[in-house]
C-alpha cells in the first residue's frame, strides 16, 4: 500500500515536474526563490489567472491575496471546518480512500486523524461534501492540503463545483520543503454564495494527468452557521466512544470521534463514586454508574456514559422445615423421594414444607442481622405442573411491612418430576434491620379442601441474599423438625 502511495507520486512528478513558480502569490507560506528545485522546464498548463502572475516572490502580496478573498464575508464570519475523512467518496478509482499512512511524522499528523489519500490514482474520483447552511451568503472555500513534491495548481487536481457551478482557482500548492506529501497547507481557494439549506460541493479529480496531494479538510468561512448536512438531519454529534472504564479505585477515559465532523472528544472518567459526580442505581448487587458531561452535547443530550458494578454478596440458607407453620395441611414431609420415588431429587436438609395451598397457609422466620442491610429473598420451591405469577398467589412481608414482588416474577412448570423439581427464584428485595426481624411468606390464593389445586409448590429452603461482606444473619427459635 505505501509503495503504490509513492510509486503514484512519483509518476506525477513526469507530468508535471515544478509549475507555476511565476503564481506564487497564491501561496501562503512566500518563497523568496524557488530557482533552487531545479526544474525549469515546465509545460504550460491551462488555468485561468485572471490576475495573472504579476508577483512571483512576494510574501506580502500573497498574504493580501488571501485576505481580499475574505474581504466582504463580513465582520463575523468565522471558519467552520469539514473533516476530507467525513465525505463521501465515489468513482472508479478503488485506490483514493480514507486513512493515516504509518510514516506520517509525529509533528505531521492530519486534523482528525485521518485524511484522503490516492486520490491521483486511476480511475474518477468524486469527493462530496453535503452542508447545511442556516442562512444564505458570501463564504471562501479554504482547502488543507498535504504538500506535494512539486507545485500543485489545485486546478490541476481538482474541479470544484459549488451547487452545481464550477469554481475558478489560480491558488497553488507549492513544493514540501522537507516532507512530502504530510507538509499540511491551508489556502483560501474560491469565494462563493451559500445557499440556505443543503449545499453540494464537489471535488472531481482531473483526468489529464494525475496530480496528487493528500486532504485533510475543507473550511468555510462565513458569517451563516454552516455544518455537515448529516448532522443537521441527525440533530447534533454523534460520537463513537473508545473507552477505558474507571472502577471504584481507578480513573478511566473516553475518547471520542463524532461520526458526521470527526470533532474529537477526550473525557477523563474519575473513579466510580457518588462523590466524583456519578449517579449511582442499585439493583440486587448490580449496580449502575451514570457519569454526565454537560459540556460535550450529542444529537441524544449530554454525553453520558454508563459502567456497571457487581456487589460483593452472601447468602444465608434457612431451611423451611425449621420456620414456624400455620394453616398447612401436611406440613413438613420427609424426603420427597420416599413419597415420589424419584431418586436424586431430595431437598435441601431432606425435608420440605408441604400443603402450601390451603387458607392463608404461611411460612415464617425470624432471623436476627447485626447491621441495617438490604437482601435478595430467594426461595427453593419444587416446582408444579403449570406455571404461575408469583405475586398473583403470595404475599411477603418483612416485619410487617409488605414487600413488592415484581409481575415478572414467574414460577415455571415443572421440568421433569413435578413437586420434586427444586428450582430457586429471586422474589423480592427487601430491607432489614439491625436485631431481629420477621419474613413471613403467605399463600392467599388457596383452595381449600382441595389439595393441590391452587397454585403453590413444595417449599424447601429461603437463601437470604446480603449485599455486603460483613452483615451476619442468624435464625432466631429455629423448629426442630420431626421427620
Ligand atoms: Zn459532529
Not at 460483593?312 to 406440613?331: I, P
Request: with cysteine; proline share 3%; glycine share 8%.
Amino acid at each position: 500500500m505505501k509503495q503504490k502511495l509513492k510509486v503514484g507520486f512519483f509518476s506525477v512528478l513526469l507530468v508535471f515536474a515544478m509549475l507555476f513558480s511565476v503564481f506564487a502569490l497564491a501561496a501562503c507560506e512566500p518563497t523568496d526563490d524557488s530557482s533552487g528545485s531545479g526544474s525549469n522546464t515546465r509545460p504550460p498548463v491551462t488555468s485561468d489567472t485572471g490576475s495573472s502572475g504579476s508577483d512571483s516572490s512576494g510574501g506580502d502580496s500573497s498574504g493580501e491575496e488571501d485576505d481580499s478573498m475574505r474581504e466582504d464575508l463580513g465582520a463575523d464570519a468565522v471558519e467552520y471546518k469539514f473533516e476530507a475523512e467525513c465525505c463521501v467518496i465515489s468513482g472508479t478509482n478503488t485506490e483514493c480512500t480514507t486513512g493515516c499512512e504509518a510514516q506520517v511524522p509525529e509533528n505531521l499528523m492530519p486534523s482528525g486523524g485521518l485524511y484522503v489519500m490516492k486520490i491521483d490514482s486511476d480511475g474518477s474520483v468524486d469527493l462530496t461534501f453535503e452542508i447545511w447552511a442556516e442562512t444564505a451568503g458570501p463564504a471562501v472555500l479554504n482547502l488543507c492540503m498535504g504538500r506535494s513534491d512539486k507545485d500543485v495548481p489545485i486546478s490541476n487536481m481538482f474541479v470544484i463545483q459549488i451547487n452545481g457551478a464550477q469554481q475558478r482557482s489560480d491558488v497553488v500548492y507549492k513544493t514540501a520543503e522537507e516532507v512530502r506529501y504530510y507538509e499540511w497547507q491551508e489556502q483560501d481557494i474560491c469565494k462563493f454564495d451559500l445557499v440556505q439549506g443543503k449545499n453540494t460541493i464537489v471535488f472531481s479529480k482531473m483526468q489529464q494527468g494525475s496530480v496528487g496531494m493528500n486532504f485533510d479538510y475543507m473550511k468555510i468561512v462565513t458569517e451563516s452557521k454552516v455544518e455537515w448536512n448529516s448532522e443537521h438531519e441527525a440533530g447534533g454529534h454523534n460520537y463513537n466512544w473508545s473507552i477505558t472504564a474507571p472502577d471504584t479505585s481507578t480513573a478511566g477515559m473516553a475518547t471520542g470521534y463524532c461520526e458526521y465532523c470527526r470533532d474529537y472528544q477526550e473525557v477523563t472518567l474519575p473513579s466510580l463514586s457518588e462523590e466524583n459526580g456519578y449517579t449511582r442505581n442499585a439493583e440486587g448487587n448490580d449496580v449502575t454508574w451514570t457519569y454526565t458531561v454537560a459540556e460535550i452535547v450529542t444529537k441524544d443530550g449530554p454525553a453520558t456514559f454508563t459502567f456497571n458494578t457487581k456487589l460483593n454478596s452472601q447468602d444465608f440458607r434457612f431451611e423451611c422445615e425449621t420456620m414456624v407453620l400455620k394453616n398447612y395441611a401436611d406440613s413438613i414431609m420427609p424426603n420427597d423421594t420416599v413419597r415420589y420415588g424419584t431418586e436424586g431429587n431430595n431437598p435441601s436438609g431432606g425435608l420440605v414444607v408441604m400443603g402450601m395451598n390451603n387458607a392463608d397457609g404461611s411460612i415464617t422466620l425470624t432471623v436476627n442481622a447485626t447491621a441495617d442491610t438490604t437482601a435478595a429473598f430467594i426461595l427453593c420451591i419444587g416446582r408444579q405442573s403449570a406455571s404461575y405469577q408469583f405475586n398473583a398467589t403470595h404475599t411477603l412481608t418483612v416485619n410487617g411491612e409488605q414487600a413488592t414482588i415484581a409481575d415478572d416474577v414467574v414460577i415455571a412448570s415443572a421440568n421433569g418430576n413435578t413437586w420434586v423439581d427444586w428450582a430457586e427464584y429471586t422474589i423480592a428485595e427487601i430491607e432489614l434491620r439491625e436485631g431481629e426481624n420477621v419474613i413471613e411468606l403467605r399463600n392467599n390464593s388457596a383452595n381449600p379442601g382441595a389439595e393441590n389445586s391452587a397454585p403453590s409448590g413444595n417449599m424447601d429452603y429461603f437463601t437470604l441474599r446480603v449485599y455486603d461482606d460483613t452483615t451476619v444473619l442468624t435464625q432466631v427459635g429455629a423448629i426442630t423438625p420431626e421427620a
